[in-house]
């Protein structure tokens, strides 16, 4: 929309884009949390017609073409909703309550400062099952963020947390995946579930397939088998819900808080409302649940509602969506990751160093900012070269379900 003849109003409570598939990296003390954000100012400050406010998005009054937001009101042409999606806890309250997710920058710095916590905490206890509760961690969740977690835990837990932690012996600590499935990485090939799994396993994750959890209180995981584990730590990856603004009429709000588009973007039931990326839901025969909530849908429809946008004012046709599926890809640790490419009209299945190498080269020229992309890629090569992560420290929020005050004693010194 930068060569339009409009004002393009961007609402956002944060005033920065975060690069989301690197979230778990900031938790798990990889990269610099500001590595992986870039301001909106500064991504479109060449841009004339831009304008931002940092604000919420209370409700909308679609019949006026109103915004209500946390500074006032905004009227509109045109409403573009790209609220994306949340953690979905599928009703259990005190699942919400307990557990972390990684979903945005601060939920990402939460787990790292928890994590780090932790074993600050451990090397204080001369309790047993008090410290094994504080050093391990059950992962819920066998998709690409499940298993990209528990690979960057193992790798701390075998080359990074030994040297910061002597007085510990992490043998004992264990990372739990619990997947409901019988796949890990779904959506993806059975291949790369199939090779995912062997690398995790490899790494002494615990893998516990068609497994659900019941509840966490805090201290104790109970599966649907009757199962227990105790741990201070569980990290929810299992899964996401739409996130829709008030004020959008419930029958375009489909199962999911996803919003029902036409293949336009344009939210069924309203002429000037559209919506694009994971809170648009775009029925079709081919994808009856609507497109994957990844990027790659969600760019390729901001790029062509772009376009639809400046035809619509012209009073142009409009053309269709059309996905370019490129492949889906995930990391499990060091020289290990899988990858199901679609180049040529080819599909291209990969595991190993060289899908590893692809995933970083994607990830990398996909954060936004070149200090950004150049301060990734020193993080990435000081890691790999050194088996150290440079961002261990604790600032900020932690997370802390029964403190361990409450229950035992701390140890002096020896």
Known sequence: M???????????????????????????????????????????????????????????????????????????????????????????????????????????????????????????????????????????????????????????????????????????????????????????????????????????VNLWMNRRVKSYDGYTVTLDNGQTLLTRTLIWAAGVTGAPVQGIRPESVLKGNQLQVDAYNRVVGYEDVFAIGDIAAMITAEHPRGYPMLAQPAMQQGELLGYNLKSLMAGKPLKAFEYNDKGSMATVGRNRAVADLKLFNKEIKTQGFFAWLIWMFVHLISVVGFRNRLVVLVNWGWNYFTYDTGNRLIMGRKHVNIPVEETVPHKAME
């Open 2 to 204: 930068r060569d339009a003849d409009v004002q393009v109003v961007l609402i956002d409570k944060e005033n920065y884009h975060t690069f989301q598939p690197l979230l778990y990296q900031v938790a798990t003390a990889g990269v610099e949390a500001d590595s992986i954000i870039h301001p909106f100012r500064k991504i479109f400050k060449n841009q004339d017609n831009f304008y931002f406010r940092l604000a919420e998005v209370e409700q909308v009054y679609t019949e006026n073409r109103v915004v209500e937001t946390s500074i006032g009101l905004i009227k509109y042409d045109y409403l573009v909703i790209a609220t994306g999606a949340t953690t979905n806890y599928f009703g259990n309250k005190q699942m919400e309550e307990n557990a972390i997710s990684i979903k945005s920058l601060d939920d990402a710095l939460e787990l790292r400062n928890t994590i780090l916590y932790n074993f600050e905490k451990a090397l204080q206890i001369d309790d047993e099952e008090q410290r094994n509760s504080l050093m391990d961690y059950v992962i819920v969740g066998g998709g690409p963020t499940g298993v990209e977690v528990a690979g960057a835990l193992c790798e701390l837990r075998n080359h990074v947390f030994p040297k910061d932690y002597k007085e510990l012996n992490f043998r004992e600590m264990d990372i739990y995946l619990i997947q409901s499935g019988p796949q890990l990485l779904k959506g993806m090939s059975d291949e790369a579930g199939k090779k995912a799994q062997e690398y995790l396993e490899s790494f002494g």
